[in-house]
């Protein structure tokens, strides 16, 4: 590219240092990080987390910090690639042991609380085996939560063992951590499980559960546990019913939706957080409900957030609605300006209407504005080791294998989506 005599853009360097950073190619970073200096990107706060992010990486923390503290204006992104560069390379556990604190009990669960909730959960264990008998319970939730994060499911097996052999296993707490982790792992059937197990239940162990059916699609069973604790006397809280509008959300359960929003305030006396009325805006989305949904946000007693204005723009992609998807993104273009999803949902509406004045208009708006998209990526554990998975990524050394294997779950899902608007049809009739 500079050999062509073209120049590269704010744009261009995040997507080399990532390249690097993935890499963990030192020579090639720095000679990147070179580069930057010479142009005119480097106060550009983009540009400069990035290059925080790829020294991080490559395991140099201390160039990492020079680029950091040198940085005129610092956001979130940039507080956050540091402070995860300090838990990852260890500055603060070397500080405590330079101190003579690594044999406290309190400093190391702090430490294996950090690091569980930085995602190491391979240093939060090595720490924990040293602990021999003097683990809090507060360590062993703290390593459930990042094995649940991360997706580490074999390592939280492991806990969930542990717990057994310590006597920790009739602590409702640690259950509900419990039901959690496997939920977030993808282990629905080891969530059950235990669920059923448990002699004892609190609202916060139905709660879980529920949320777990939701997420895993299995909103038959959501409802009738949602149902059945009302039965057994237990009172619904407001997070609680979170999750039951959640799973009518993923079911395309309107009336069912409706009922349940209703019954919050008037036979609970619980009133609607912006988040239950994000709720109802993605389910009426979803059932092409638009004006309403619209209606229902302008009805809000509180300014609506980026996050109810987004599934509302989700739902007009899904419909094709440009006229109400203008509205909202013009919303959410005013309450985030450097987020990159409101530009690209707004300029897919345009494209499934073939109006590519429209979509060409978007791209110069997110170019003067300085606007990057980044690729999802998702964590999956893979034979005991957790792999890391981007959009579109063709580098990966299954990528035929990951490709086809994409290929055949869309398939399966067209299939499937007949079978879930009859099942969603019966479960409208109950």
Not at 84 to 109: E, I, K, P, T, W
Not at 185 to 207: D, H, I, P, Q
Not at 237 to 261: K, M, P, S, W
Not at 357 to 386: E, H, T, W
Request: net charge neutral; glycine share 8%.
């Amino acid at each position: 590219m500079k050999r062509s005599g073209v120049t590269p853009n704010n744009s261009t360097f995040p997507f080399v240092a990532k390249a690097c950073a993935t890499l963990s190619h030192l020579r090639n970073s720095q000679l990147i990080h070179a580069h930057v200096l010479k142009s005119c990107f480097q106060s550009n706060i983009f540009v400069q987390t990035a290059m925080v992010d790829m020294y991080v990486k490559c395991g140099q923390l201390e160039d990492a910090h020079n680029v950091f503290v040198e940085m005129p204006v610092r956001d979130i992104a940039s507080w956050n690639a540091m402070l995860l560069g300090f838990a990852h390379g260890g500055f603060l556990h070397r500080l405590s042991f330079q101190l003579g604190c690594d044999s406290d009990v309190c400093v190391v669960n702090t430490l294996i609380c950090m690091y569980s909730k930085c995602g190491d959960v391979h240093s939060a264990r090595f720490l924990f085996d040293g602990m021999y008998n003097k683990t809090y319970l507060v360590t062993v939730l703290a390593l459930i939560s990042g094995c649940g994060q991360m997706g580490a499911l074999e390592l939280g097996k492991w806990i969930d063992n542990y717990t057994i052999n310590k006597g920790l296993k009739d602590n409702v707490v640690v259950c509900n951590a419990l039901i959690d982790m496997y939920a977030k792992c993808g282990s629905f059937k080891g969530a059950k499980e235990l669920f059923y197990t448990m002699a004892n239940r609190s609202l916060v162990t139905w709660t879980t559960m529920i949320t777990a059916c939701a997420l895993n699609g299995d909103v038959k069973d959501a409802l009738d546990l949602f149902f059945m604790m009302l039965e057994m006397g237990t009172k619904p809280n407001r997070i609680t019913f979170l999750a039951v509008l959640q799973a009518c959300a993923h079911g395309g359960l309107l009336e069912r939706g409706l009922d349940c929003f209703n019954m919050m305030a008037q036979k609970y006396g619980i009133s609607p957080g912006i988040d239950h009325y994000s709720c109802m805006v993605d389910l009426l989305g979803r059932r092409g409900h638009l004006v309403e949904a619209l209606e229902i946000i302008k009805s809000m007693p509180f300014e609506p957030d980026a996050g109810i204005w987004s599934a509302l723009l989700s739902a007009c992609k899904l419909r094709g609605n440009m006229e109400i998807g203008r509205y909202v993104s013009e919303k959410l273009f005013e309450l985030e300006p450097q987020v990159a999803v409101p530009f690209v949902e707004m300029a897919n509406i345009y494209a499934s209407a073939e109006m590519w004045d429209g979509v060409a208009a978007i791209r110069r708006k997110m170019k003067y504005l300085q606007v990057r998209k980044f690729p999802g990526q998702s964590i999956i554990q893979v034979n005991g080791k957790s792999t890391i998975f981007t959009v579109e990524d063709r580098d990966h050394p299954e990528t035929l294998y990951i490709y086809d294997m994409l290929d055949g779950l869309t398939s399966h899902s067209k299939n499937g989506l007949l079978a879930l608007s009859e099942e969603t049809v019966d479960c409208e009739r109950e």
